[in-house]
């Protein structure tokens, strides 16, 4: 949990770092940065659930997708689609390659354009600065998705494992 109120700050801050007109109230800063307990809180019981077995792993991946969803309010709408093809790119390990390398690459349209953006408004330091923490906060998201996008829906212990495979 420590880990999202950490990226929750990380974040508030590369906002203020890229925004052109750096005037937050404490009020939004509260509310970026408990999201993303929010969003931790989800994937832990995502990833809880998926022990359970498969009605419990689609009910808690379904808790998980819920309490994600604040992360793309106001002006975080327009990374859901990178977080969704860069987390399918990255968890779905049994998907063909190509088809990885094709979310991969849709998942960067949205931040290269962020990037380029930010960077030819007005280039400085914090502006560079900003950039690199807004790639930390989403490659940061898109790593902790794991418990809802990834392809298995049920963990398996090593004696469950075993067990599963001599019986074949």
């Known amino acids: 949990m420590l880990v999202c109120?950490?990226?929750?700050?990380?974040?508030?801050?590369?906002m203020r770092f890229i925004s052109d007109q750096a005037e937050f109230t404490w009020g939004g800063t509260a509310i970026v940065v408990s999201i993303f307990p929010l969003f931790g809180i989800g994937h832990v019981i995502a990833a809880a659930a998926r022990r359970r077995g498969r009605l419990a792993s689609v009910c808690g991946r379904l808790a998980g997708l819920i309490l994600t969803l604040p992360l793309f309010g106001a002006a975080g709408a327009m990374m859901l689609p990178s977080v969704m093809f860069g987390s399918l790119a990255t968890w779905r390990v049994?998907?063909?390659?190509p088809v990885r390398v094709g979310c991969g690459v849709l998942a960067a349209v949205?931040?290269?354009?962020v990037v380029v953006d930010v960077l030819i408004t007005t280039f400085s330091v914090q502006r560079v600065v900003g950039v690199l923490m807004f790639v930390i906060s989403y490659t940061?998201?898109?790593?902790?998705?794991?418990?809802?996008?990834?392809?298995?829906w049920v963990v398996r212990n090593a004696s469950e494992e075993h067990l599963s495979s001599s019986a074949r």
């Open 110 to 113: 949205i931040p290269t354009y």
């Open 140 to 152: 940061a998201v898109i790593l902790l998705t794991g418990p809802v996008t990834s392809g298995d």
């Open 94 to 97: 049994t998907w063909p390659n």
């Open 5 to 14: 109120v950490v990226i929750g700050i990380e974040s508030r801050l590369w």
